[in-house]
């Protein structure tokens, strides 16, 4: 019923934009990488609505919160701050061979040891066994983001990028039910997301960065 | 247990919710509206709270919108303190809201008009933060559990940081950033949980796959592999919320550094709305022998938990971060009775357990909301000082503060003859029960330390007159509209103390359904 080959391509390019958002030094083009990712996921939903049209409300309400409320504000913040990011617990390239890491160990393990994961049986074929190993790595690659960067606005990026790899798992494990829609778009984190940048903004003002490592006020 | 259709739980979460919308535009027209309205909301949830606990203690199961929301015995216990607590705050709001050293640490951040707005919002927000407690205790379906108590972080996270300067947005970093990341394992947990479920929901009137009730019917057909993995998910999300240790080090700061009557809230009541969610997740899974190991991994989490947050609380200088950690150390009590309620499944000794934890769950909101008011009274009583060995000699100056103080402490540490030595000794005769020895020495061990720490404080803080700045500066007890809230509560931790029974009717039917012995 599905296109398997689309939802498989539009789900590994999902990893290719994790990637680029956390290892891109430059907030703006992180941003983008996160958009194009949100982008990616209403279209893995819209595949999904094929067999339950209830899910076009939830792509509707995804392309309007992620790709577009989420980015217009990561971007305005980002404006106020300059687009440079604090420079990282890691270096680049270090970073980059870790994030490989971190990829392929996530993606090999869920992908082969699927059963230990997967609550149906359905979910442990095809298409929908990538989408599982692609929503582990992308959940593993948010993480990372959090717990490596310095700057507060990236690990906001982290926490969008786990918000998405729940997403997709959400949408591939129970795609024909009615209430995954309803479940879909009452999880959205945007609010949060718009109040941690406010938060994030009003820092800034304070101490005149955005380096998480500059919070040194409160200890233990 | 009969499910009797009622709007009452409706109720409950839909006149906070409404008087939260009009507070910000009521209070910006006029600026007394604002504690009037928190007063009104908290107290009106209160009443309708206690009604639901006469139904809950005459067996009934009161269950709106089509059991989308579900009250029983478990849950009336919990609205209960959390509408009691938010009563008792929203009473010494009008005194502390207007106390100058905190308009002027607020303007001083930001301006005349910028104060009006944010006291504006607190009350607001204040309102939200109750509403998001009450929705997440009455709520009967796991994805709107996740929402509300991510909206309970909402809500609260710019209550946190309601000076804003350094401290406080520091503080509010780390608590809407750690909760969300530490929520969202939760809701990978809901969601696997809801795709467990999904082959065997059936559409018209069959298994729903988002009812908490309905999930508990099918939950034996989840492969245990599965479930233990969503039941791990489960313990970080809403363990993180709860300030279990290792998921703990938002707590001390964002408890420290909000308004005393947040801090109260949020100690007295917040983290116990998600130990609620924790155990309401759990109980999907209870009956099902095999997950008795994951009683015992809580337990061994609430007795880490218990030993950090003593150990951390006697290193504080800061007061409200004293509290603070002692919350994580009282957390882990609650915990240790979730845990050995879960080992003892089905049995008395399960029974004891989730008695011992549901009562010292009640007891720590009692006397921590206490503590945080007695706390708050002094810091502004002492210009913001809040350093132990910067205060001094205040017992003879804030005597009623004082007294109340030392009644809390004692509670607290399981001292007799006060409400928190008996939900100690019921967590310990449980734990002896269940014969996990070295858990009732790490547990008496705590309160060994927390009464050490609650007496240095106590020393410090009001006899020590050495060191202390109150020699120098004019100090007067907490005026009443403080006092009375802190009496109530202080006085309830001393009534329980000496007439445990007369909480029995609420404790039992709440063990009931904790530990499912019927």
């Known amino acids: ?220 | 247990m009969p499910e009797v259709p009622s709007l009452l739980p409706l109720a409950i979460c839909v006149v906070p919710a409404v008087l939260a919308i009009l507070a910000y535009p009521l209070a910006r027209l006029s600026r007394p509206l604002g504690p009037v309205l928190n007063l009104l909301g908290a107290g009106a949830a209160l009443v309708l709270s206690v009604l639901l606990m006469v139904h809950a203690v005459q067996g009934r199961v009161l269950v709106s919108l089509s059991r989308e929301l579900r009250a029983d015995a478990l849950s009336a216990l919990l609205v209960l303190a959390i509408s009691g607590v938010a009563l008792a705050t929203a009473i010494y709001a009008f005194p502390y809201m207007r106390l100058q050293p905190l308009l002027d640490r607020v303007s001083h951040a930001a301006g005349e008009d910028v104060t009006r707005r944010r006291l504006a919002g607190f009350y607001a927000l204040s309102l939200a933060f109750l509403t998001t407690m009450l929705w997440a205790c009455l709520t009967n379906n796991i994805i709107m559990l996740y929402v509300a108590v991510e909206a309970s972080t909402i809500a609260s996270g710019l209550l946190v940081a309601f000076y804003w300067d350094r401290r406080s947005l520091e503080a509010a970093y780390k608590y809407l950033l750690l909760l969300t990341v530490g929520i969202a394992f939760a809701l990978f947990g809901c969601v696997l949980l809801y795709a467990s479920a999904a082959p065997y929901i059936s559409g018209e009137g069959g298994v729903r796959g988002m009812l908490i009730t309905d999930l508990a019917q099918v939950a034996v057909h989840i492969r245990p592999g599965i479930a233990l993995l969503i039941i791990s998910f489960f313990i970080v999300g809403f363990g993180t919320k709860a300030g279990i240790a290792p998921f703990h080090p938002w707590l001390p700061d964002a408890h420290a550094e909000a308004p005393s009557t947040i801090s109260a809230l949020l100690s007295g009541v917040m983290i116990k709305m998600a130990i609620y969610a924790l155990a309401r997740t759990l109980l999907i899974f209870f009956p099902v022998a095999a997950y008795s190991p994951v009683s015992l991994f809580l337990i061994v989490l609430a007795a880490f938990t218990m030993l950090l947050g003593g150990v951390m609380c006697l290193a504080q200088d800061d007061l409200k971060r004293m509290l603070a950690y002692s919350s994580v150390s009282q957390i882990g009590y609650i915990v240790l009775g979730i845990g050995l309620a879960g080992v003892g499944f089905g049995h008395s000794a399960g029974y004891l357990g989730g008695y011992g934890g549901l009562f010292h769950l009640l007891n720590h909101a009692l006397c921590k909301a206490t503590l945080f008011l007695a706390v708050g009274a002094i810091i502004y009583c002492m210009a913001g000082t809040r350093r132990m060995s910067e205060l001094g000699g205040l017992a003879r100056r804030m005597p009623v503060t004082a007294v109340m103080f030392f009644i809390a402490a004692f509670a607290i540490s399981g001292m007799p003859p006060f409400n928190g030595f008996w939900s100690k000794l019921t967590l310990y005769l449980a734990a002896a029960k269940a014969e996990l020895w070295w858990a009732l020495a790490i547990a008496v061990l705590t309160s060994v330390l927390t009464l050490i720490a609650f007496i240095r404080a106590g020393y410090l803080v009001f006899w020590n007159d050495g060191n202390g700045q109150a020699n120098e500066i004019e100090v007067r007890d907490a005026p009443l509209a403080m006092a009375i809230p802190m009496g109530i509560l202080a006085a309830l931790c001393v009534v329980i103390g000496l007439y445990p029974q007369l909480v029995h009717p609420l404790l039992d039917p709440a063990a009931r359904v904790l530990a499912s012995v019927f």
């Not at chain 1, 990488?33 to 893995?44: F, H, K, S, V």
């Not at chain 1, 926490?159 to 879909?184: D, K, Q, Y």
Request: glycine share 6%; charged share 15%.
């Open chain 1, 1 to 220: 019923m599905y296109n398997v080959r689309l939802i498989e391509t539009l789900s590994l390019i999902m990893i290719v934009t994790s990637m680029a958002a956390v290892e891109s030094q430059n907030l703006k083009r992180a941003t983008t990488a996160y958009c194009i990712q949100a982008l990616l996921i209403c279209g893995l939903i819209l595949t999904f609505a094929v067999g339950n049209p209830a899910l076009y409300a939830w792509a509707a309400v995804a392309l309007v919160t992620k790709a577009v409320i989420t980015p217009w504000l990561l971007l305005h913040y980002i404006g106020k701050t300059g687009e440079k990011e604090v420079r990282a617990i890691i270096g680049f390239g270090p970073s980059v061979l870790l994030v490989s890491a971190v990829l392929i160990a996530s993606y090999g393990l869920t992908h082969r040891y699927v059963h230990f994961l997967a609550p149906t049986v359905q979910a442990t074929e095809g298409a929908f066994r990538t989408n599982l190993a692609v929503s582990m790595t992308v959940f593993a690659l948010g993480l990372y983001a959090i717990l490596s960067r310095r700057d507060a606005i990236k690990t906001v990026i982290g926490l969008c990028l786990l918000e998405n790899a729940i997403h997709l798992s959400l949408v591939s494990l129970a795609p024909e039910l009615r209430e995954t829609a309803l479940v879909g778009i009452a999880t959205e984190v945007v609010i949060t997301v718009a109040m941690l940048l406010y938060v994030i903004a009003g820092i800034r003002e304070q101490i005149g960065t955005t380096d998480t490592f500059e919070m040194s006020e409160l200890h233990w």
